[in-house]
């Protein structure tokens, strides 16, 4: 039996995240903020609408483009030598350490306790257009997958296989990979919540609303 | 890699882009071996136009080599890069001759004003069902009239290429069903609906008429033709020879040295018409009775020019490279030789070293790559991005290609007799990530070396 209050534990000792802001793609990098120790924000608005704080800004063929923090946090570092120079893509330009939110720590819990589909090879991986559909109409809660249920398209050197879902009957409670973005082999497609873990679910979900908290 | 060498060649100096993915690639050693570090740049993607004009601009380039894909057929990006305020040379056709002949229906009804003979189908890209059903009902009432036992609709993406996203139907009740499957397919990978309905040409042998023009588009010269029809079951190439057909070695049902001249008269009035004026290859289909149907011009220097490089002299001189050729015409230097100039001597056969299981429809093998040898050879050219001296893993964003390996022969025969003896000394190993040995295409390239021109 899994112990949702461990689990909390668990994170509530390392309850952050180091991510890099790394410039999209090439051009001359001119950083809005050179000093690390400041407090950024992440994209905010009922559909995450309105972006983060701006931590620089990429030009490009005459175009300016503003690199946003993607995500809240402290700037733990910034590569302000790089102000003023041409950078390639994936060049880092500066670091952000994130506090987990509780969505964010309701997510890492779920991991561990949800059924995890995992790609089975490094693909694009889309749903079938009948079930993408239905995800799209109704949101992806409201589909019931089952064992042996053709479920996604994996996309590899623009070659197409049929990928079948293989687990226990339950809904799609979690959608982890994006439109258009390669997934790792071994890495989860889609977390499935059978029907007799609902209660451990909400159990995770009202722990985890009612123990953790944010910082601003 | 071969045009980082063909710069090389032209004393030119040159900065190359790669992806994260293709950080591996020889291509990226070898840039940083011949021009240093700041010449090879890391962009976010291939794709991007953006991307590439802005590392020209940052290396100060005066030109941009579009390589074999993405943008090498894109007219707005060849447009872009010659009209915008820091001009840069695209290397390739103008961009008004790219936009004319790489659209397939364009190009078919000017060949056909020249009375040259094409394909019969639609001609236009169809995005509304109901037409694309009467197309197809036309299609196989036409064949079964001439009497074709098996009449064969050919469904392709019209954005796609390279044989990706065609489909055949063999009657018209399954007709709706892949003309969604490919209306689909081609909305996730080339983000346009638009499909071509045509007759499928059974039993056809694929074979190219490979051009080259200067700048001004008043001389124009062929280099022979190339088949190219021992294909993976996706129409992929795999084996390319020059020239098109052998008839001193090889019986055929038909005067194949007829249709070879007619091919390569039939290219060049088109390319005289339109003023070509870079490297291009004109593709062909022939019916096992030898009447043959312009497919369509790729206005680009394709993979396989190498082939018909090899079996080709300028001036009595051999070591011809067709692509040193298309960055020069391309720069703007006289052609300096015209068509009586060029000779063609001996066999050329070109194999593709792939990663993938013929045996599993060529399903692309995706891995490291431990060890990859070969025995050098006179007649032997092998071009590889794959390091030789480091394990490999291949990127699954691009096709697992491995190599070329280009043989010269004197005739057919010598030629397929180096090729086999060439097959028999590669050494190619590595492992998936559970474990499983690699998987490649060799054995393929032995057993259809035997038939290679053959055409019953």
Redesign the interface.
Known sequence: MIDVKQLLEEIKASPFEEIEVVAPHTGVVRFALKEPGGKVAGPSGSHLEKPGTAVATLERERNLKTVYAGIKGDLAKVYAELDGSFVEAGTPLCLIRHFLTKSEAIDSILKKVLHLFYAPERAKYFFIPEIDKKIKALGARNVKVREGMELFIASRMKRERPVAYTGPEGQIYTVYFQYEQNVDAGQPLIGVCPESQVGLIQDVVGKVQSDWEERD | MRVARACERLGLDFACVY??SDEQSGHVALGRQLRGDASV????SYH?A??I???AD?CGATAVHPGYGFFAEDFRFARRVTER?RKLIFIGPSWKIIQSLGDKINTKRLARSLGVPTVPGSDRPVYDELEAEEIAATLFAFQSEQGIEKPLVLVKASAGGGG??IEEVYTIDKFKNVYRRIR??AK??FHDEGVLIEQRIHHFNHLEVQILGARGGADIVHFGTRNCSIQST?RQKRIEVAPGFAPAEVSYNFDAAKVLGDIVDHSLAIAREVGYDNAGTWEWMVTPVGQPFLMEVNTRIQVENGVSAIVSKIKGQGGVDLIAEQIRLGLGDAMGYGQSDVALCGAGIEYRIIAEDPAAKF??W?GRIDRFAWQGAPWLQMFTHIPLDAPYEIP?????NLALAIIWGKDLAEAKARGLEFLGGVELAGQD?VGSPLRSNLSFLREKTASILEFH
Do not use: C, F, K, W
Request: hydrophobic share 30%; proline share 10%; no cysteine.
């Open positions: 992806t994260a740049v890391r962009i976010q991007d953006n991307e004009l802005s590392v940052h305020r990706m996203g689909n397919y996730r990978q996706g399903a692309p995706v699954i964003e691009y096709d697992p990530p």
